[in-house]
């Protein structure tokens, strides 16, 4: 009787798993091993039978140099767009929140700016895309150069100056993402105890003590959570890059990223054998992003 | 299809890859034994249908593009059925040439005619390995519609020749031809009384007299797709240099991108653009610039005949379009004042295996008949591959000056095919045209960095390589 309850026991507890995993190794698992495969071959996508040639696709990756240019975007971007991200929202989440004269409250219209922080958030990528380039517009029209033209300086190119442009998507992407971790960190704030605001008010910290000795170190956990969100963000950001900037990545290859790489090779020039084994080279570079995270954001839990 | 050059080319390479689909696709699609073809006697053939066409039905498909279909039912077909009224013309149009019409191939009884064109064209190279294309040197050879002394093929530019050549064979009829120049308004240039340069050094003189005007900037180009720059460049290279440059850049030649008149060309252009061009050049597209010269912001921008259609809703009534040739270089350039870059496309194909191939081939002769070619650039306002077929017709002032430059350029015309070979090799001349042209790059290094990528084409073996 034992046996049958733990094999109905067993039997239920498949059922219900079986849909996700079965699920999960078609369209996750079997590309990615097929991938692998995939980046061993010379197919072009439309071929039969691809033939096998080895590692020879890895070898040519090597001396790829726009690739390897687009590499060194991303663990640009791998250390800038958390970085910067966290820092702008924390501050906003924290005038929204607490930030105001009691300490308890946020500052005066905070209600309206948790909703303008947002908007960001609900536009398509491809939207925002199209809409910067028209802000950095290089002539009269461009939303920034038109003061700026006002003023007697010259056309900035902001997409079009290639020591400016990657600095021109990351404001992009930090434009984007502030938004949705000023809404993670309010949420955050929300969770902390009033009381331990006021006993450090009435103990005569300011706001900037506040800041550094309460919330913080409260919010920390949230904190790595966007970390790690961010920095999965700068790993395989791809829309803003090939929808904004000139010639997809340019110009001169300033901007381009992996996923921009591996699409253009994929798509553009047919290469799938080639486009996939630097599909393979950005899993391992996520794969050790996610482990690094994982080592690093090990810490007991405050419990209040 | 025919506006927007750089969506033309990556059509190009996306149809490239379509290659291999056709083929397997085909490969599943077609049964085991193909019927016997057709090979019902043929008409008797006389000088008045020098392909002995039957009465057997002919079936036109045409890309229902940029240039619409009215021109095959109002101007082609009816020209067809004067003169050959008992066989019946199945006319149909889609926007899906490869959708529609690959299963026909593979189940093998494809219609006579296609305008293989559009962004899902058949690829010519699949159709071709496949003894897909009627091989059309008979067309060549026949007599014209108009004129029984003249061949079809004096009537053609010579280049729509050589890229319709597949494995040998002429086999693909470019019908329309794009003109590449330097375009600028008449009205503009006749207001200020500036006259069209025929040296290079009065070209920089009408730069800096433009300039000091401070009427508007001289020259722009569409910054952010420099294959608009590469073009000019790369033309004059083969006017100082002779044809055989831009011959061996598509081949592939070692030092074919560093080649002294290369570099001549590109110091040139790098000088331009480090004095001549309009503000902000470098970031605006093919829409903004020739918007702003529209506008009378800039006066000069390169580009091909394609442009005046394009910009219809923003040019104002009386901008007169017009084109110059790139202008005497050196005193001793290999190619004379008017040599053009001419590339043809809306390319039609008559299918080998289809039932009624003699009356394809005959409708091919009457849309290259100067009144068919005539009407038809009339109606969609372009220049088409037929010599001469826009004589005497006041269509646009645009298609005016390029026809006329056409006429004076005669055999010497030129172009190229690399770009739509090597994308990679493509991509890289964009980044560094662009550079070469907001002074990122030096002229000489900008074609050591071309070079390179060439190389690096020729030795990597799993590219496919051409040659012309």
């Known amino acids: 009787m034992v046996l049958f309850n733990r094999y109905r026991r067993g039997l239920f507890i498949t059922s219900f798993l079986a849909a996700p995993v079965i699920l999960y190794l078609v369209y996750v698992i079997s590309p990615y091993v097929q991938a692998f495969y995939i980046a061993m071959t010379d197919w072009r996508g439309v071929t039969a039978v691809p033939n096998f040639i080895g590692l020879d696709n890895f070898q040519r990756l090597l001396g790829d140099s726009v690739f390897w240019k687009a590499v060194t975007h991303n663990i640009a971007l791998l250390v800038l767009l958390p970085v910067i991200t966290i820092v702008i929202a924390l501050f906003f989440a924290f005038l929204l929140n607490v930030g105001g004269k009691q300490g308890v409250s946020g500052i005066r219209g905070s209600g309206f700016y948790r909703v303008v922080f947002f908007f960001p958030q609900v536009l398509a990528v491809t939207i925002v895309a199209v809409l910067f380039q028209q802000v950095f517009r290089p002539d009269g029209s461009g939303m920034l150069n038109a003061p700026l033209m006002v003023f007697g300086l010259g056309p900035v190119g902001f997409l079009s100056d290639p020591d400016l442009a990657f600095w021109s998507v990351l404001g992009v992407l930090v434009w984007q993402a502030v938004g949705f971790y000023v809404v993670l960190f309010s949420a955050g704030l929300a969770g902390i105890p009033k009381d331990m605001f006021e006993a450090a008010q009435i103990d005569g910290a300011g706001r900037i003590t506040l800041f550094f000795r309460v919330t913080l170190p409260l919010l920390w956990d949230t904190v790595q959570v966007a970390w790690v969100y961010l920095g999965i963000l700068a790993m395989d950001v791809f829309a803003i890059v090939w929808v904004m900037t000139d010639q997809q990545g340019g110009p001169d290859w300033s901007t381009t990223v992996m996923a921009a790489e591996i699409y253009r090779n994929a798509f553009e020039y047919f290469r799938f054998g080639y486009a996939s084994a630097l599909g393979v080279v950005m899993f391992f570079f996520t794969l050790g992003f996610a482990v690094l995270s994982l080592r690093l954001s090990r810490r007991e839990r405050i419990e209040y | ?468």
């Open chain 2, 1 to 468: 299809m025919p506006n927007t050059p750089q969506i033309t080319r990556r059509e190009l390479l996306r149809g490239a890859a379509l290659v291999p689909v056709a083929g397997a696709l085909a490969a599943c699609a077609t049964p085991a034994s193909q019927p016997a073809p057709s090979s019902a006697a043929p008409a008797a053939t006389s000088a008045a249908n020098p392909f002995g066409v039957g009465d057997k039905p002919l079936e036109v498909w045409i890309f229902d593009g940029g240039f619409g279909q009215a021109y095959a039912t109002d101007i082609h077909q009816p020209l067809f059925k004067s003169k050959y009224a008992n066989v019946e013309i199945k006319h149909n149009s889609t926007k899906e040439i490869t959708k529609v019409l690959q299963p026909r191939f593979a189940g093998g009884n494809p219609p006579e005619v296609i305008d293989n064109s559009g962004a899902n064209f058949m690829d010519f190279g699949a159709l071709s390995q496949d003894g897909q294309l009627q091989d059309l040197t008979p067309l060549l050879d026949a007599p014209s519609w108009d004129d029984p002394n003249v061949k079809v093929r004096d009537l053609l530019d010579p280049s729509v020749i050589d890229i319709g050549t597949y494995d040998g064979k002429f086999s693909v009829l470019g019908y329309v031809n794009y003109i590449h120049g330097i375009w600028y308004s008449q009205k503009v240039f006749d207001d200020n009384g500036w006259e069209i340069p025929k040296t290079w050094d009065a070209f920089l003189q009408l730069c800096e007299t433009i300039k000091k005007s401070g009427e508007m900037a001289p020259f722009t180009y569409a910054g952010k797709h420099p294959q608009y720059l590469y073009e000019p460049l790369l033309t004059m290279a083969a006017k100082i240099g002779g044809n055989d440059v831009l011959v061996d850049i598509d081949n592939l030649e070692d030092g074919a991108w560093t080649a002294e008149p290369m570099l001549t060309a590109a110091e040139k252009w790098a000088e331009v653009g480090a004095k001549y061009l309009m503000q902000g050049t470098a970031g605006l597209d093919h829409v903004q610039t020739q918007t702003a010269q529209n506008k009378k912001q800039v006066a000069m921008l390169p580009c091909g005949s394609w442009l005046e259609n394009e910009q219809k809703s923003t040019t104002p009534d009386d901008f007169a379009y017009a084109m110059f040739p790139i202008p005497d270089i050196t005193s001793s350039d290999a190619m004379p004042y008017g040599t053009l870059h001419t590339q043809p496309g809306e390319n039609f194909i008559v299918s080998a295996k289809s039932a009624h191939p003699q009356a394809g081939m005959e409708y091919l002769r009457a849309m290259l008949s100067k009144k068919a070619a005539g009407d038809f650039s009339e109606l969609v306002t372009t220049v088409t591959t037929v010599k001469g077929a826009s004589e005497g017709r006041d269509i646009s002032p645009g298609v005016t000056s390029a026809s006329k430059a056409v006429a004076d350029a005669g055999e010497n015309t030129v172009y190229y095919r690399w770009y739509t070979w090597y994308g990679p090799l493509n991509d890289e001349a964009k980044a560094a045209t662009g550079q070469l042209m907001t002074g990122g790059l030096k002229p000489k290094a900008y074609l050591e960095r071309m070079q390179k990528k060439a190389d690096e084409i020729k030795n990597d073996s799993s590219i496919t390589k051409y040659k012309r």
